[in-house]
């Protein structure tokens, strides 16, 4: 879907040939990862990763296979290595994830009790203990679920968390129009039955403005007042020695932390503001300078709603296990910045494709998604659809289009044109002017097959001179240029969503990658024309297929037309 602009990206297939191929290209480049891997249930079908065994032995192993004909194997409990093979499962992609994080990117991950301690361990290996975003985790408040539960009814699920490193995690500020804002509050100290008179501890060195002092009994009067509790003494702009105050302290925990914080330690309110300093004005009240800042995300989150399925039904989907949207939009805003790449290589419905374009809708921010789907048939699905990936591009497709039309509606209402303001004409207009603006709702869409080129299982000695016609195009009859042309650019570690554009070149079909970043022509019997014309145009990178060149001779005589012409391009073949 709008194949030619979005900058969005849905690769069908297994996530860990996914992550492989994605390293080069994505290598340090995603901001955030979010992913809800199955739960080891003990209904799951996981993959069955196969990194030692040889093809034919792998094949004819005895696991069930899915509709590509891919191993899959029932994780059930009693498999002697239950928690082992589904740990491992996760050990290969996390250990791959983190390789396209940015250096400040954090991933996130969901999971339930069953997993959770063993989980965490992994990433602590994977990421380092020191790299949990705080304590590492959050809840969310799920469905209830309870049946097969005793004891205590589980109704909570976790989300793990993790930096790649923690001391560079950084996020927009909370409105990209402000900077960061000073601004001093005075801390409201009135005798109410909302804030109980106790005792702070004001240590030495605190900030005090006015002259060298030293007061004792109370500051204030009527409800709004303070009792000094020995003497307080104030010298050279501090305070010279601890002093206990007795008031009606609001924010009292705020304001023991922000009183005892070291250098590095930051203090936040249930606003998110940060709160910098506590320092006594010359009237002798303490005010506290706060930062505007982003509100820090709770680590109980019990305001998203507790499934995802009503989102699903809004949009005539259905899918047994997809997360609120309203969850995923949370962490999308919290953790990712307004030009981040967000990557979900667990994507079932698509919930975090839906969330970005929200977000991006939301916000003006132009995040790209990149979801990773098997065409998993083991779920409950909408009827119409074979598989869950199916359901995952049709669920982007609808909410899109939703967010698109929703967006339009939101840019008339706020930005009303001059003169007649509902006016067809105008409203047509002002949508085509922001079209630089709108949403990227659109998505390519890859899928992961065996290699484009033939097995060559001949040694040179064994192929007969009778044979050798069959061994001169070394690709698979079935695969089309489109496919050779994302060979290339996972190849050469080129942006899988740089635009590309088609043209007719000497009765040949030329893709241009980015305009010139690379030329490609996979057809066959290519001429010196469309070459010189080729090289012409400078690309970066140009590529052909082997067997366009006809001959030895036409190959020798390419690599001499683009020396002249355009030494700088870098040529390949297939
Ligand atoms: C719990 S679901 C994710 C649900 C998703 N968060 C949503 O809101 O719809 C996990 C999905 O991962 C998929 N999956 C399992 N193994 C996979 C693999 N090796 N590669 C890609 N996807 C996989 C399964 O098809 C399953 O539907």
Not at 21 to 27: A, D, G, I, R, S
Not at 468 to 486: A, C, G, V, Y
Request: glycine fraction near 6%; charge should be negative; hydrophobic fraction near 35%.
């Amino acid at each position: 879907m709008d194949f030619e602009n979005t900058k969005n990206l849905y690769i069908e297939g297994d996530n860990l040939d996914a992550l492989k191929l994605l390293q080069e290209t994505y290598l340090g480049k995603v901001k955030m990862i979010y992913i809800d891997p199955p739960y080891n249930t003990g209904n799951d079908f996981i993959y069955e990763d196969d990194f030692t065994a040889e093809k034919e032995a792998y094949q004819s192993g005895s696991g069930e296979r899915d509709e590509e004909g891919n191993r899959m194997i029932a994780n059930t409990e009693s498999n002697g290595r239950f928690h082992s093979d589904w740990l491992s499962m996760m050990y290969a992609r996390i250990r791959l994830c983190r390789n396209v994080l940015e250096e400040g990117g954090v991933c996130l991950i969901s999971c339930d009790d069953r997993e959770e301690a063993n989980l965490r361990k992994v990433c602590d290996e994977v990421f380092g203990e020191g790299n949990r975003l705080d304590r590492g985790s959050m809840i969310w408040k799920s469905a209830c679920s309870p049946r097969g539960f005793n004891h205590v009814i589980k109704d909570h699920e976790f989300i793990l968390a993790y930096a790649r490193n923690i001391d560079l995690v950084d996020y927009d500020t909370a409105d990209s129009s402000k900077e960061d804002e000073f601004f001093d509050g005075q801390l409201w100290i009135a005798r109410t039955a909302a804030n109980p008179v106790c005792r702070i501890t004001f240590p030495a060195g605190i900030r005090s403005e006015g002259p060298d002092r030293t007061l004792k009994g109370s500051i204030g009067s009527g409800r709004t007042i303070i009792d000094i509790i020995g003497e307080l003494k104030i010298e050279s702009g501090k305070t010279a020695a601890p002093v206990v105050l007795e008031g009606s302290w609001p924010s009292k925990n705020q304001l023991i932390e922000s009183l005892s914080k070291r250098d590095n330690d930051e203090v936040y309110d249930t606003k998110g503001q940060k709160w910098v300093e506590v320092f006594l004005t010359a009237s002798n009240f303490p005010i506290v300078s706060k930062v505007r800042g982003r509100m820090a995300i709770r680590s109980i989150i019990d305001d998203c709603g507790n499934t995802g399925t009503p989102d699903l039904k809004s949009l005539g989907l259905e899918y047994s296990h997809p997360k609120p949207k309203a969850l995923i939009e949370k962490l999308v805003e919290q953790f990712s910045k307004r030009n981040s790449i967000v990557l979900d290589f667990f994507a079932g419905s698509s919930t975090t494709a839906e969330s970005v374009m929200r977000i991006n809708c939301k916000d003006g921010g132009d995040r790209r998604f990149i979801m990773v789907q098997l065409p998993d048939t083991s779920e409950t699905l909408s009827k119409e659809f074979n598989t869950l990936a199916d359901v995952g591009k049709e669920r982007i497709r609808r909410a899109g289009k939703k967010i698109l039309s929703e967006w339009r509606a939101k840019q008339a209402k706020e930005k009303p044109a001059q003169g007649d303001l509902l006016s067809p004409e105008n409203l047509k207009l002002k949508t085509e002017n922001s079209v630089a603006t709108a949403p990227d709702v659109g998505f390519r869409v890859l899928k992961i097959d065996a290699s484009n080129m033939k097995d060559v299982y001949y040694a040179p000695e064994d192929v007969k001179q009778d044979q050798l016609e069959f061994h001169t195009d070394n690709i698979k009859d079935d695969r089309t240029p489109e496919d050779l042309l994302f060979q290339v650019l996972v190849d050469w570690g080129v942006d899988l969503t740089l635009p590309i554009a088609g043209e007719t070149i000497a009765n040949k079909k030329v893709f241009f990658v980015d305009g010139d970043a690379l030329a490609a022509c996979f057809d066959p019997q290519i001429s010196e024309d469309l070459v010189k014309e080729l090289a012409r145009r400078k690309p970066l990178r140009a590529v052909f297929r082997d067997s366009g060149f006809g001959d030895d001779s036409m190959k020798i005589n390419i690599e001499q037309i683009f020396k002249l012409l355009s030494p700088g391009t870098e040529l390949k073949s297939l």
